[in-house]
């Protein structure tokens, strides 16, 4: 599925070395410009049942102009605005997700 591949890739990130993990959010992963937030919902047993990731740009428009939201529907959403990007944001571009982009008024 195109829509969780890249935050996967992201993710995996996390568990690169040269990863910064903040240590006030243990679910926090600063690299390469951006950080990856995720949160899991727990149901009353402990078992992650639902979760959601943001990845921001750390610098907005030096480091990126794009935000990202997912969550456990798989459906990655996207805004340009300066800040976290939600679930009702649009969802992001195809060619975001490493899917190719044509431009519809080449020849």
């Given at each position: 599925?195109?829509?969780?591949?890249?935050?996967?890739?992201?993710?995996?990130?996390?568990?690169?070395?040269?990863a910064?993990?903040?240590?006030?959010?243990?679910?926090?992963?600063?690299?390469?410009?951006?950080?990856?937030?995720?949160?899991?919902?727990?149901?009353a047993?402990?078992?992650?049942s639902?979760?959601?990731?943001?990845?921001?740009?750390?610098?907005?428009?030096?480091?990126?102009?794009?935000?990202?939201?997912?969550?456990?529907?798989?459906?990655?959403?996207?805004?340009?605005?300066?800040?976290?990007?939600?679930?009702?944001?649009?969802?992001?571009?195809?060619?975001?997700?490493?899917?190719?982009?044509?431009?519809?008024?080449?020849?």
């Amino acid at each position: 599925m195109a829509h969780s591949t890249s935050l996967r890739v992201k993710a995996r990130e996390k568990s690169q070395p040269n990863a910064r993990v903040s240590a006030a959010h243990s679910n926090r992963v600063e690299d390469h410009g951006y950080i990856l937030d995720y949160q899991p919902e727990r149901d009353a047993s402990g078992k992650i049942s639902h979760f959601y990731a943001t990845l921001r740009p750390k610098r907005y428009v030096e480091d990126g102009i794009r935000s990202y939201y997912m969550d456990d529907s798989g459906v990655i959403h996207a805004t340009s605005e300066d800040r976290l990007a939600t679930s009702t944001d649009p969802e992001a571009f195809p060619c975001e997700l490493g899917e190719v982009c044509v431009d519809a008024s080449a020849p």
